[in-house]
């Protein structure tokens, strides 16, 4: 392992820095685009995503599981309902919480595309081997948890 000065240390988290978000940014912008060609923002995209997998939620904790403002997952919510992917629910047992559900023209849509979108995101990464991939994660795993503590 090398060491590094401290202002060889600095200079080389900038650089980490900035191939981080650039890869980010490119990375991000070709799943935009892959998800466009099905009439659906990423957003949108998320919500059907983890309503396929997850089953109903409360539209409460939808925004905490994809990283969205309460303001942004409402109006998602909403353009997901006008499209009929999505359904909202009172829950019979708090009127305060409104669960969201996919509907079956949703699934549909859903059991047409992610099999698609799950492998336009293998071909973004194929310049990866499986080795350096679980590398990947564990690296900004340790990344993003350590900006929690």
Do not use: W
């Not at 401290?6 to 935009?32: I, P, T, W, Y």
């Not at 492998?119 to 350590?146: C, I, P, Q, R």
């Amino acid at each position: 392992m090398e060491s590094a000065s401290g202002n060889d240390e600095k200079d080389l988290s900038l650089k980490c820095f900035v191939v981080l978000s650039r890869a980010s940014h490119a990375v991000m912008e070709q799943d935009r685009q892959n998800i466009k060609q099905y009439g659906l923002y990423p957003a949108e995209f998320g919500v059907l995503e983890l309503l396929h997998h997850k089953g109903e939620q409360a539209i409460q904790q939808i925004g905490k599981k994809i990283l969205l403002t309460s303001g942004s997952i409402t109006y998602v919510i909403d353009k997901l309902e006008k499209k009929g992917f999505l359904e909202r629910k009172p829950s019979p047992e708090d009127r305060r919480v409104t669960y969201a559900s996919i509907t079956e023209q949703g699934e549909m849509l859903m059991n047409n595309i992610f099999p698609k979108q799950e492998e336009a995101v293998n071909d973004m990464f194929s310049a990866l081997t499986y080795d350096e991939k679980h590398e990947l994660k564990a690296l900004l795993k340790k990344l993003g948890l350590s900006q929690q503590a």
